[in-house]
């Protein structure tokens, strides 16, 4: 499903117009993207947990030549589903 289609779901689902639908998508996405930028762990009831979590750098292989590559250090962000989704899914 794409946004459009989530959207259009949103809209359905809660009984609101798709452009209300696709304003609290954007928010939800801004406040999401800004909090994880300030390495915040989010825990949403029933949807899941999102947290930073630092990789550290390691010894890769180029895939191409097969010579072994330097990957540096990054932030990753995780996500961990609640059980009532991870059992809808099962």
């Known amino acids: 499903m794409n946004k459009g289609g989530f959207v259009t779901a949103m809209s359905a689902h809660g009984s609101i117009t798709k452009k209300d639908a696709e304003y609290f998508l954007t928010i939800f996405a801004d406040t999401l993207r800004d909090s ?7 825990a949403l009831p029933g949807i899941g947990v999102f947290t930073v979590e630092e990789r550290a750098a ?26 009532e989704i991870a059992n809808v899914v099962a």
């Open 36 to 42: 994880l930028q300030q390495d915040a762990r989010i």
């Open 58 to 83: 390691r010894t890769g292989r180029n895939p191409g030549n097969g010579r072994e590559i330097r990957i540096p250090a990054k932030k990753v962000v995780k996500f961990k589903t609640a059980k």
